[in-house]
């Protein structure tokens, strides 16, 4: 009786632990785009990036880098798109430009935000992206519209991301975009979960503002096609597996659509391994 207990007892300690202890499936790795959000920037008198640092945030590069797409230069025999599309992407074309860390740094104390930004030579204005500690004003994604109420102090779950606005004309420049890039650590299988939030401000008497949203890979795949929303619209979730080489990089992308006025939007985005 004594001898059979103690055998029931062994097989539900292997069911439990699994022989050797680690012969379980290996733990899933994770990133998040707001977690591992990292900033090496400073204020006035470095207090930017204490504050950071006080946040308890990264301060190292990761697997995350930020910057703009240029899609619409090239020339007339090969020219870029000027939407932002898969071609984007493509490695040998180079439109990337990754913010500076120190030298292309915004901080500001009450928000409390910490960004990258990049002016565009044009004179239309600055693309950006960075942590913002709480939607703080009518055009900030998640202030109003239907995402509201969304973005909580502090906010633990939006990156943002505000393309260059319209100069000039105001056309032609969806393609000088805000851009959030992931580099697969390894070759594999990854899945990329989360969701868009158009921020801007919906009612405007100057009318109804659109911004385009893709989701591209840097083989120049589009793994979301690019898509319009208009200003403080739904949110827009996204959920796909990707099939990445090491190095391959995964780009979120955020375009003006054209027009000039607001065009700030949320990015949610959890990744792990399959
Ligand atoms: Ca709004
Ligand atoms: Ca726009």
Do not use: H
């Amino acid at each position: 009786m004594r001898k059979q207990r103690l055998r029931l007892g062994m097989i539900a300690m292997v069911l439990v632990c699994g022989w050797g202890g680690d012969a379980g499936l290996a733990a899933p790795k994770k990133w998040d785009v707001v977690k591992d959000f990292w900033w090496t920037g400073q204020g006035p008198g470095e207090e930017g990036l204490m504050s950071w640092r006080a946040m308890g945030r990264e301060t190292k590069p990761n697997q995350w880098s930020y910057g703009t797409i240029n899609c619409t230069g090239g020339t007339p025999d090969n020219p870029y798109p000027k939407q932002i599309d898969g071609i984007c992407a493509q490695a040998d074309r180079e439109p990337f430009v990754q913010f500076s860390p120190l030298a292309e740094t915004a901080y500001n104390e009450s928000i409390p935000f910490f960004f990258y930004f990049r002016a565009d030579p044009k004179g239309s204005g600055k693309v950006e992206v960075g942590y913002y500690g709480k939607a703080w004003y009518e055009l900030a994604p998640g202030f109003d519209g239907e995402g509201a109420g969304k973005v909580l102090a502090p906010n633990e779950e939006y990156l943002y991301l505000k393309p260059v606005g319209g100069g000039g004309d105001g056309s032609g420049i969806d393609g000088t975009a805000a851009a959030v890039k992931w580099k697969a650590p390894e070759k594999g299988t990854y899945r990329v979960a989360g969701e868009w939030l158009p921020g801007g401000l919906k009612n405007s008497p100057e009318g109804v503002n659109t911004m385009s949203l893709a989701i591209l890979s840097s083989k120049g795949k589009a793994l979301v096609p690019r898509k319009v929303v208009e200003d403080d619209g739904p949110v827009e979730p996204f959920d796909l597996e990707a099939k990445m080489e090491k190095d391959e990089e995964i780009i979120f992308v955020v375009g003006s659509d054209g027009s000039a006025r607001g065009n700030m939007v949320g990015l949610k985005a959890k990744i792990e391994t399959k």
